[in-house]
């Protein structure tokens, strides 16, 4: 046995399988040329924000639209701020957003797949059979600088205006014998391993990444630690072997990874891997005050991804509003193409905004509003009951005493060629459709300012007389037109326009205080329809209501 190694033996006396072994256990995919794997790597730190919904619904395109594989690996070295919950967070989130799993975490508990382990805290045994591995070339040692030690070299770094970190000659134990390091074992001393980076500073590493180009950054000539005292590795070395074994083609992650490149390529040169592509995606960004600034978990509510499913915007919408902000030729598609599934839709990484693009929520709203018009009314009922059940069960309670009436509620001005684009999101629903419940109903009979009370009353009392739950939309406006004579309004709008001064209004106006009594609204949809549903003896009684309040 030669220095190294003894060394790799002193350290990690129990590894017993070398690299050769994982490489035979997760052999190259069998997938056709052009296919690319791509994964999302979450920490179960916290909870599911937009940020990562982003990205994975990023690499789910770039998977299917290239006949790959889009997985899930979970990335739980940071034990301290794990959150309990957080990875089945991550993953229902994921799901109910409509981003399929084809292999790793596929719910809290549950993982599938021929790449597996993909949890980080069970693979340590791969970790430590690549370290070993190093150390046995003489690519990777063993330090022993405590915490302090580290501080005191950055300090004098600081003051003598040197770059800080452990590299050249500030790295203490780079050349450590085997002798000294069993010593320090020997005597208790925890330790850390190092990369024996062989870098040079004045080196330029060059790489194109997917998303934003070509870029070019120093050589990496830090000796950064592999794994940890207790270990674990750090996230440069897990990446590098894990993308590695799970035969990972592209990594697209968020652009704070950037400046890590260089240390990530040096990784896989030396660990002898292929490297993967690098796209790196630009944070979503907000409007503040003018200003353009990252989406912030602290600030915004939107960072996190249970505000959608809490506001009611339907999984479906929040999706193709993303699929917006990750292409800038989706919208182009989606004009040409307004029934397929965005699945069809061919992805270009280099479609993606380069400077971050920007989260607009009346764009959410409005993409909402088209993707909800279509829906048909028992599509409706059943979003609507499913949001409510868990957001908010007194509507709920409400809806479902009478589901057959409540469908009708939702199929007004639906199910027809040109549907009202009315609704965004499940949390408007309540009070949109609150006059057709009484527990909700509040009467408003505020009029507009061009109609006097008497003449509404006047109105009114006639209308009860003429009024027939019947009628259908055209004969229901005849009977107001009517009345309109008698009570000094002109029947066609044109012949008020004409001549305004010669009438207190037109029938349009007098439609407005009967909406008004039946529903405390000034707007609604088709009134005709809102009648014959809420029913002719409610709708009298209103009406009865609002003669004697006016
Ligand atoms: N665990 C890393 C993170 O959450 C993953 C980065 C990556 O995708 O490689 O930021």
């Not at 599938?112 to 993909?118: A, F």
């Not at 005191?152 to 500030?170: A, L, N, P």
């Not at 009570?487 to 010669?502: R, V, W």
């Amino acid at each position: 046995m030669n220095e190294n190694e003894m060394m790799a033996e002193l350290l990690l006396p129990d590894v017993d399988k070398t690299p050769d072994f994982y490489e035979n256990l997760y052999p190259p995919r069998n997938l056709s040329e052009g296919a690319r794997v791509t994964r999302i790597a979450p920490s179960p730190t916290g909870y599911l924000h937009l940020g990562t919904l982003f990205t994975a619904l990023v690499n789910r395109i770039t998977a299917s639209s290239t006949g790959g594989i889009f997985y899930t690996r979970i990335e739980d070295t940071d034990k301290k701020r794990e959150v309990e919950g957080g990875v089945e967070d991550i993953i229902d989130g994921l799901l109910r957003f409509g981003i399929n799993i084809d292999e790793g975490f596929i719910s809290g508990e549950e993982e599938k797949g021929n790449y597996g382990p993909y949890k980080q805290s069970r693979r340590a045994e791969i970790y430590r059979t690549y370290v070993k591995e190093l150390i046995r070339q003489g690519l990777a040692y063993p330090c022993f600088c405590t915490a302090e030690e580290l501080d005191e070299v950055r300090k004098i770094q600081e003051s003598r205006k040197i770059r800080t970190g452990y590299h050249g000659e500030w790295a203490k134990h780079r050349n450590i014998t085997f002798n000294e390091a069993k010593a320090l074992i020997d005597s208790g001393k925890p330790f850390v391993i190092r990369l024996k980076s062989p870098g040079n500073e004045e080196n330029k590493v060059v790489f194109e990444d997917v998303i934003k180009g070509k870029i070019e950054m120093p050589e990496n000539d830090e000796d950064f630690v592999l794994l940890k005292s207790d270990g674990i590795p750090t996230y440069h070395f897990a990446h590098a072997i894990d993308d590695h074994l799970m035969r990972t083609t592209h990594v697209l992650r968020g652009d704070e990874w950037i400046s890590s490149v260089p240390k990530h390529l040096q990784l896989f040169k030396i660990l002898g891997f292929k490297p993967v592509k690098y796209g790196h995606i630009s944070p979503i960004m907000k409007l503040d005050n003018g200003a353009k600034r990252k989406i912030s978990k602290r600030k915004d509510p939107e960072a996190a991804v249970h505000f959608f499913a809490e506001q009611g915007y339907d999984c479906d919408c929040v999706k193709e509003y993303l699929m917006t902000i990750a292409a800038s030729d989706f919208e182009d598609w989606r004009r040409a193409n307004p029934d397929k599934n965005s699945s069809e839709f061919k992805f270009n990484l280099k479609k993606m905004s380069v400077s971050g693009a920007l989260f607009d929520e009346n764009k959410l709203r409005d993409i909402s509003k088209i993707t909800v018009s279509k829906l048909s009314s028992s599509e409706v009922y059943e979003k609507i009951t499913a949001w409510a059940k868990e957001f908010d069960k007194e509507f709920y309670g409400i809806i479902t005493e009478n589901p057959d009436y409540t469908k009708s509620v939702f199929a007004i001005d639906r199910d027809v060629k040109k549907p009202r684009r009315d609704i965004a999101k499940w949390n408007e629903t309540r009070d949109y459709f609150s006059y057709f419940y009484d527990r909700l109903y509040k009467k408003d009979y505020t009029l507009p300012d061009n109609i006097a009370p008497e003449d509404a009353k006047a109105f009114l009392k006639l209308y009860k007389d003429v009024y027939s739950p019947d009628d259908d939309r055209q004969q229901w406006f005849e009977r107001i037109k009517q009345l309109c004579p008698q009570l000094g309004f002109a029947a066609e709008t044109k012949e008020y326009k004409a001549n305004p001064e010669a009438f207190k209004g037109h029938a349009g106006d007098l439609s407005t205080v009967l909406r008004i009594a039946v529903t405390g609204r000034q707007n609604t949809p088709d009134l005709c329809s809102i009648m014959k549903i809420i029913g002719y003896d409610r709708c009298m009684a209103r009406i009865d209501d609002a003669v004697s309040s006016l």
